[in-house]
Every structure is written in C-alpha cells, then in structure tokens.
C-alpha cells in the first residue's frame, strides 16, 4: 500500500469516530496554546521591562546618594541620604576627569501642586540641570526646553509633561501659559513628547524646573544636595569605563579610599536589564514546564484513543493480514493516524495561540511576544507526540496473528 492509499485509509478512520477525535485532538490543542502563550508572555514581560529601562536614557548609569542617619541614630534606606551634590555633577563633567562621560543631568524632585485658574494637580516637580533632555533622551514636542542662561540665572520656566499638561489645561498647546506652583509663578515654555512609565513612575506626569528655582522656589532645603545624578556614557562600549571614571571621580571628591564605604551607589542599565530578564526568564521556564505537562496528558490521550481504535478494529486488522498485509503496513498506517492526531491539535493550537496573543495584549495591558521558533517547535513537538503515542498501539497491531484477530468479536 503507497502513502496516499495510507493516508486515505488512515484520515477514513480518524473521520469514522469524529467526536473521538475531537477530543483526542483538544489535549493537545490545549497543550500548544497554553505553552506559545506562555513563552509569548515571558517574551513580552521582558521586551516590557527592557523598553522601561531603556525610557531613562541612552548608555546611561545612575548614581544615587547613601543612607541617612537621623538625630537618634535611625538609619534610613539606600538614597534617602543627602551625600550628592551639583559639585560632584560639575566634576564628572569634566573631560579631564572622565573623557567616557558625554553627559551629566542632576534632578532633585519633590511631589507638590501645580494650579492653572481653578484647577490644581499634584505631581512630581523636578528639578534638573539643561543637559537633563539630552542625557535623558527625552525631547520636547511643543515649545522649547530652558537654556543655560536660564538655568543660572533661576528663571521661573516650566516644561510639562504631556499628561500633566493635559489634567491642567485639557490640552498640550499650552505654552505661554502660567501655572502656579507654591506661590510662585512660573511660565509654561514647553511640553516634553510622551515617554510612558517606567518601573517606578509616570514619565509623562512631571513638571520640569530649572535646578536653581528648584533650589530657591520648590525644595527650599539644602539646596546644595540632589537626589540623582544621571551619567551618559559616550557609547554602549564605553559604558563600562565611565562607570569606573565616574565611581573614582566621586570617592576622590567626598575623600573615600576604600570603595566599600562609598556613600552613593552607581547602577547601570544593563545591570538593571539583567536582572529583570533572568527573573522573567526563570518564571518563563516554569510555566512552561506547567503548561507542558497538558501535552504530556494529550500524549496520554492519543495513545489511550489508538489502543481503543486497535482494539475495536481488530478483525480489519487480521482480514487485512490474511490477504496479504505486512506487519510494517499495519504499523505505518496506526502510526499515521497518531501523527495526524497530534498534527492536527499542534496546527489549530498554534493558530489558536496566536489568535490569544492579539487579544490578550487590549484585555491585560501587557504585551505578548509570539516568536517564530515557538511555533514551529510546538507543531514539530505535537506531531513527535503523535508519533511517540502511537508506537506501542501501532506495535500492539502489527502483532495481531491473522488467526486470532479474524475470530475476535
């Protein structure tokens, strides 16, 4: 018997009992679906968490202050100490110091309200240095950002952010506008293009100061001090050397030999995009470990379903021998009917898990990654399980003697 008569007889069988194998083809198609899912999550989980990361800035480290000890000796966490200053910025712009630094922002930020007429809206107010746009990677899509000129001499300018331009004013043509923040006034000179959130906060709610009104108007309290210092390395290959430029030039500027006893802490991208992707990628594995195990089930069903088929076919079987079949065509065409099983749910649960992977992203706000090679290895390992199901029943039918399987009833 050549393969078309195989596949023909072998597809006649599968369609005899269609409810049977229905069924038989949901374990798997179940299986597939929810392992492209979960793959699809943990790839999108990461892309997610590599693209906030990546929102903060280009090639970029950030050096945080140290702990804090109040009057009666309670220490405060990492960054709530006052350790950093626009100093320290000022030396790591130095060439001299670190020629892999291209850039250097410090930001001092504290949440209060921003009134426009009769309406108000807290937010966080940031203050920064000029070169913040630039080594944020940010840009402004309305208006313009304040100049250095502005910067030293306090002008009261604000840049908004595109939401909060949008709470205050129901609108981000608002430049030329005045809002009030405190009891100062200060001019609306532009709106930053969206940037979304990031892993701690709102990216586009954010009102944009100059450091020195911050220091004068806003914070108020030892305006010396920041609470970031944003480092933009010259390119991601040099990343690396401006981190030790940048980790020597402060332990020389607040007098520490000894690294260990540094009272900032520098953390990279990269370091942040590590950790993220190997806690998603753990998670990954195990759920997909989890989710495999229903193709294991399907695997179960399949052979269950052929053993079945084996048992109530056994007079074709023996008919079939008598005149002439051999053992090997016996078991090619069982072994065809498994694989066509398993085929057939790895197809329909690939398009399934696909179809999931459009929808899902609108109903969970988080974005499912469907990658290629998932695909074709879940269909590639549907049809394995069909064949790998099917060869003890195939085995079990090739085996039937003639004599016996024509006397069965």
Request: without cysteine; negative net charge.
């Amino acid at each position: 018997m050549n393969w078309n008569e195989t596949l023909h007889t072998s597809w006649s069988a599968i369609r005899a009992h269609t409810l049977r194998s229905v069924l038989t083809v949901l374990g798997i198609l179940i299986g597939i679906a929810a392992v492209i899912l979960t793959v699809g999550l943990g790839l999108g989980t990461q892309k997610d968490v590599s693209a906030q990361i990546s929102a903060l800035g280009s090639n970029l480290l950030i050096v945080s202050p140290g702990s804090s000890t109040d009057s009666s000796g309670v220490r405060g966490g990492f960054g709530s100490g006052t350790t950093l200053t626009l100093s320290d910025a000022d030396a790591l712009s130095s060439k001299v110091n670190a020629p892999d630094i291209a850039g250097v922002a410090a930001e001092k930020s504290t949440q209060t309200s921003l009134v426009y007429g009769d309406t108000n809206w807290t937010t966080t107010v940031t203050g920064v240095t000029n070169s913040w746009l630039e080594v944020r990677s940010r840009t402004v899509a309305r208006g313009s950002f304040f100049t250095a000129a502005q910067q030293s001499s306090g002008a009261r300018v604000v840049v908004l952010g595109s939401e909060t331009a949008q709470e205050l004013f129901g609108s981000e043509n608002v430049v030329g506008q005045s809002v009030t923040i405190g009891s100062t006034t200060y001019s609306v000179i532009g709106v930053l293009a969206s940037a979304g959130s990031n892993t701690s906060s709102n990216l586009d709610d954010v009102a944009i100061v100059p450091m020195t009104t911050a220091a004068d108007d806003v914070i108020g309290t030892n305006t010396a001090s920041v609470s970031t210092i944003y480092i933009q390395a010259a390119d991601a290959d040099r990343l690396r050397a401006a981190y030790q430029e940048a980790q020597s030039v402060l332990l020389n500027a607040h007098a520490i030999s000894n690294s260990d006893d540094a009272d900032f802490t520098i953390s990279s991208q990269d370091a942040l995009v590590s950790t993220a992707t190997s806690v998603y990628q753990t998670l990954t594995v195990l759920l997909t470990g989890i989710a495999a195990l229903s193709l294991l089930v399907g695997g179960i069903g399949v052979m269950n379903i052929m053993l079945v088929s084996v048992t109530e076919r056994t007079r074709e079987i023996g008919l079939r021998k008598a005149i002439g079949a051999p053992p090997a065509a016996i078991r090619t065409q069982f072994l065809v009917e498994a694989a066509i099983l398993g085929l057939t749910g790895g197809v329909l649960g690939s398009v399934l898990g696909v179809a999931a992977a459009l929808v899902l992203p609108v109903l969970i706000g988080s974005s499912v990654v469907i990658s290629p090679v998932a695909l074709v290895l879940s269909i590639a390992v549907s049809l394995a399980i069909g064949l790998v199901f099917g060869v003890y029943p195939a085995a079990r039918a090739a085996r039937l003697a003639p004599i016996d399987a024509l006397r069965s009833e």
